[in-house]
């Protein structure tokens, strides 16, 4: 059975800091990932997803993630986080379920994101 | 619609009575998900429809949940005799399997439940 850990519960920058989240999965072969960001009140918007291919993938704004196979890892950068990045980040994975399909997604607990002025 | 469209967004019911969620998914898409989202729980998967396959059901709680996805379209989500442990947000979505391959799953806004 696949499994994320988002290892961050919360996570504290100022504005203009980089960023990067940590997510590391567990999964027999090489799935497919994805990251959702959660504004209060708000549903789950897709940032990036990683199917195959280049491993280094960009998103909406302005994020990009880097799924490193030898760590398991999906982490989420930014290089300038603004006000408006604040929010709930969700990494997933989908194990793959024949041909190109996947199932369920399986989510990591989330990180909550504050930015500082 | 243009996306994902859940109702109703908020209920709140009385313990013991039975609930039902409404999901329409986006026209077209064949996949279907529910999941459960509730403070210091994150994201639980409950339910996913692909198709014409059998659902996988494997996060459903216990017993009191059920789905069902009629036509290959709207689903609905029926808890019964609903707990206080069941307040929580429940988020329904939907992906295409068209094609060469799943687009990435478009989640509603979902409903909140509260069980008092």
């Known amino acids: 059975a696949q499994s994320v850990t988002q290892p961050d519960i919360h996570i504290t920058v100022s504005e203009g800091a980089s960023l990067e989240l940590r997510c590391n999965y567990s999964?027999?072969?090489?799935?497919?990932l994805f990251w959702y960001v959660q504004s209060p009140g708000q549903g789950l918007q897709l940032l990036l997803k990683?199917?195959?291919?280049?491993?280094l993938v960009q998103g909406i704004k302005g994020f990009e993630a880097e799924f490193k196979r030898s760590q398991s890892s999906f982490n989420l950068r930014k290089p300038s986080v603004h006000w408006s990045d604040a929010a709930e980040y969700f990494c997933?994975?989908?194990?793959?379920?024949?041909?190109?399909?996947?199932?369920?997604?399986?989510f990591g607990q989330g990180t909550i994101l504050t930015v500082h002025p | 619609g243009a996306g994902v469209s859940q109702s109703p967004s908020n209920k709140v019911t009385e313990k013991g009575k039975d609930v039902e969620l409404r999901c329409d998914p986006i026209?077209?898409?064949?996949?279907l998900y529910w999941y459960r989202q509730s403070l210091g729980q994150g994201l639980e998967f409950l339910i996913y429809?692909?198709?014409?396959?059998?659902?996988?059901k494997s996060g459903l709680p216990s017993d009191r949940f059920s789905a069902e996805r009629t036509g290959g379209s709207v689903s609905t989500l029926t808890i019964q005799r609903t707990q206080q442990e069941d307040s929580a947000v429940y988020l329904c979505?939907?992906?295409?399997?068209?094609?060469?391959?799943?687009?990435?799953?478009?989640f509603g806004q979902g409903t909140r439940l509260t069980v008092v």
């Open positions: 979505a939907s992906s295409s399997t068209g094609g060469r391959l799943n687009t990435e799953a478009f």
């Open positions: 999964y027999g072969a090489t799935p497919y």
């Open positions: 990683y199917f195959s291919g280049d491993t």
């Open positions: 997933a994975v989908g194990a793959r379920a024949g041909g190109t399909s996947y199932g369920k997604l399986t």
């Open positions: 026209s077209g898409h064949t996949a």
């Open positions: 429809f692909q198709g014409n396959s059998a659902p996988d």
